[in-house]
């Protein structure tokens, strides 16, 4: 061999080994003009906006004193009109007013109230109807789950736990705590009655939170608490009393619940809707109204309209945006989409009324943001 190609040779191999020594270990080697075939990567986008849908009381019907006050399709039908919005969302909440029990007498304490329909025992059949519906957290933290004793509320949590949906407000059961698309919630309710969670004890309150928060990523909070009826739309700012009840006072405890680690604060028992605040960054409405109460609960008036609610979150638990879809119920027609919005007008109304330094806006569609441009991407294609 000539000796200048021996010299090349040993030129060259140092430089032929590192190559196959970057090749080996991962490091940039020189481009190649070779294309190499590969599988391109998609990666889905991250989850980072939650949606929390929201609706008022839920009784739908009620075997007590007979049969006449159930729906004759034992409430199969009930969410049909607005199934679609129920559905698809991280969290739907609402508060179920009232026990799920097929059988036995009303709790001692209630029999005042033997004669008339108000004492509300739906067929645990609707444990079925509720989750079909598309809900997975329910308050029982009101005056109707006392209804028929021990028996209804242990009927009632055997039909939930069943049904697999969350619950919380007992003071056997005050909270839950669930996962969806690897975000952990954590749920409690409160009210000013027997054997529920206490609505009037802020201390209580602001102690469950803070264990909830603890370990979970969000901290979802229902009460039931204030007046009832169509005189009780505003919120009054001091305890409320209604038939010599102290009913709370529903602004302290938001708030409280807010500095204590909720974020968000949902209101139902005054059978109207109320107003929507944000305060630190953190969602409360005070009252979601009558969403599907069939024929024993007044809908006559305000008290027929009522907003679902959808609320748009960060994982922070920060506010983004909201919308109402607007809803109304009749006893003959039951519940309905409103095409007319009507309980869009009057929660902005009762807000800019009650809390005009929000700095919220409530336009003509039912978008919730505050004075600045709105994140419309945060809001589902669906409701557009």
């Known amino acids: 061999m000539p000796v200048r190609y021996l010299i090349i040779i040993l030129c060259l191999g140092p430089i032929l080994y590192s190559c196959h020594e970057q090749i080996k270990t991962g490091q940039p080697t020189v481009k190649s003009s070779i294309s190499i075939p590969h599988k391109t990567v998609v990666v889905p986008p991250r989850h980072d906006t939650l949606c929390i849908a929201a609706v008022g009381d839920i009784m739908l019907g009620t075997s007590y004193p007979d049969k006449s006050s159930l729906p004759a399709d034992s409430g199969k039908s009930s969410f049909i009109a607005i199934k679609k919005y129920l559905h698809g969302n991280d969290v739907t909440f609402g508060n179920l007013e009232g026990t799920l029990l097929d059988s036995g007498a009303p709790a001692n304490y209630k029999l005042h109230l033997k004669s008339k329909a108000y004492l509300f025992r739906m067929p645990t059949s609707c444990g079925k109807v509720l989750k079909d519906a598309g809900f997975n957290a329910l308050s029982i933290a009101n005056n109707h789950i006392g209804d028929f004793g021990d028996n209804g509320r242990e009927s009632t949590m055997r039909t939930l736990d069943s049904a697999d949906i969350n619950y919380a407000g007992l003071l056997s059961h005050p909270s839950s705590v669930f996962e969806v698309n690897g975000v952990t919630y954590g749920f409690c309710a409160f009210s000013p009655n027997s054997q529920v969670e206490p609505l009037l004890d802020l201390q209580n309150t602001a102690d469950e939170i803070r264990k909830l928060k603890q370990d979970c990523d969000v901290v979802i909070v229902a009460f039931h608490g204030g007046g009832e009826g169509a005189g009780f739309e505003h919120v009054p700012f001091k305890m409320e009393s209604f038939f010599g009840e102290k009913r709370g006072d529903v602004h302290a405890f938001a708030h409280n619940a807010i500095d204590a680690g909720a974020d968000v604060v949902l209101g139902t028992g005054p059978h109207v809707s109320r107003a929507v ?108």
């Open 277 to 384: 605040e944000v305060y630190k960054d953190r969602f409360i409405a005070y009252s979601l109204g009558n969403f599907c109460t069939y024929k024993c609960v007044s809908v006559a008036g305000v008290c027929g309209i009522a907003p679902l609610l959808k609320i748009y979150i960060n994982k922070k638990g920060e506010f983004l945006n909201a919308r109402i879809i607007p809803v109304k119920q009749t006893h003959n027609g039951g519940l309905q989409t409103d095409s007319l919005g009507s309980v869009i007008k009057r929660i902005r109304m009762l807000t800019q009324m009650d809390f005009p330094q929000s700095g919220l806006n409530i336009d003509d569609s039912g978008l919730i943001a505050r004075n600045v441009t709105p994140r419309l991407d945060t809001v589902g294609a669906e409701d557009k």
